[in-house]
T-cell receptor, first 116, second 116 residues
Framework: AQKVTQAQTEISVVEKEDVTLDCVYE???????LFWYKQPPSGELVFLIR??????QNEISGRYSWNFQKSTSSFNFTITASQVVDSAVYFC?????????????FGSGTKLNVKP | NAGVTQTPKFRILKIGQSMTLQCTQD?????MYWYRQDPGMGLKLIYY???????DKGEVPNGYNVSRSTTEDFPLRLELAAPSQTSVYFC???????????????FGAGSRLTVL
């Protein structure tokens, strides 16, 4: 079974639209970490955010915000007023804190196209 | 701090040749990983290491070998290169802990390998 599911393969929006990227995870650990990474067309992988399972507060960083809901096992990412520079592939990821800490599970990614 | 350094950035191999992708990190991280990313796809774990002298297979280890003789270095060796190994390879590292940077996977810039 997939540990991290990103059901949206590709999303296209027009600049200044808001867009939400979905992420659903699966774990039996009570302590775990969730992450979002950005991969722009240049190819590098850029860390955006880490959340631990005990902190369900939503986080906002500029135009980016993250909604963590344990009840639905979701960790969604919203970009407000999208810009062309937001065009990238976005990966959600999960790391469990227990026996499987050595593993790091990635979703399949969502490609975001922001058109001018 | 250089972070995670991978060499080479680009390489073209002929079928049957062998080569080693180098990865070094200067953050004293115990955990190191090798991923491959095929065009338009997500990340697949090849091998990982939880410390010097300890390595283990990921999802797609066939055709690859690793070693971890020091904390800093985690080279990936391709034996008898095949066209199916054409991919971008990412090395990454992280440490376990409770500080702000803990558990986050830090990636190298990637190595683009083509096998013809």
């Amino acid at each position: 079974a997939q540990k991290v599911t990103q059901a949206q393969t590709e999303i296209s929006v027009v600049e200044k639209e808001d867009v939400t990227l979905d992420c659903v995870y699966e774990t039996r650990d009570t302590t775990y970490y969730l992450f979002w990474y950005k991969q722009p067309p240049s190819g590098e992988l850029v860390f955006l955010i880490r959340r631990n399972s005990f902190d369900e507060q939503n986080e906002i960083s500029g135009r980016y915000s993250w909604n963590f809901q344990k009840s639905t096992s979701s960790f969604n990412f919203t970009i407000t007023a999208s810009q062309v520079v937001d065009s990238a592939v976005y990966f959600c990821a999960l790391s469990e804190a227990g026996y499987n800490f050595n593993k790091f599970y990635f979703g399949s990614g969502t490609k975001l196209n922001v058109k001018p | 701090n250089a972070g995670v350094t991978q060499t080479p950035k680009f390489r073209i191999l002929k079928i049957g040749q062998s080569m080693t992708l180098q990865c070094t990190q200067d953050m004293n991280h115990n955990y190191m990983y090798w991923y491959r990313q095929d065009p338009g796809m997500g990340l697949k774990l090849i091998y990982y290491s939880v410390g010097a002298g300890i390595t283990d297979k990921g999802e797609v280890p066939n055709g690859y070998n690793v070693s971890r003789s020091t904390t800093e270095d985690f080279p990936l060796r391709l034996e008898l290169a095949a066209p199916s190994q054409t991919s971008v390879y990412f090395c990454a590292s992280r440490h376990r802990g409770s500080d702000s940077g803990a558990n986050v996977l830090t990636f190298g810039a990637g190595s683009r390998l083509t096998v013809l």
